[in-house]
């Protein structure tokens, strides 16, 4: 969700799939449903966030194999 909000309109938008998933925390930010349409802003999600989410889903997907 993060993702397509950053890399195609800089706004949450969610398919039906991504809203049973909702809401959804990582490290005190949580992505619930009445974010839809909303700008993803960078008091939400900064640089430092996007290093650190990386991280860890690299570690995850090391650990899958």
Same mark, same amino acid.
């Given at each position: !969700? =993060? /993702?397509?909000?950053?890399?195609?309109? $800089?706004?949450?938008?969610? =398919?039906? /799939? #991504?809203?049973?998933?909702?809401? =959804? +925390?990582? /490290?005190?930010?949580?992505?619930?449903?009445? !974010? $839809?349409?909303?700008?993803? +802003?960078?008091?939400?999600? #900064?640089?430092?966030? *996007?290093?650190?989410?990386? *991280?860890? !889903?690299?570690?995850?997907?090391?650990?899958?194999?």
């Amino acid at each position: !969700m =993060v /993702r397509n909000s950053l890399t195609h309109t $800089q706004h949450w938008k969610f =398919v039906p /799939r #991504d809203l049973k998933k909702l809401p =959804v +925390s990582w /490290r005190g930010k949580t992505i619930e449903a009445h !974010m $839809q349409g909303q700008e993803l +802003s960078f008091d939400f999600y #900064d640089s430092w966030d *996007a290093c650190e989410l990386w *991280a860890e !889903m690299n570690t995850f997907a090391e650990g899958l194999t």
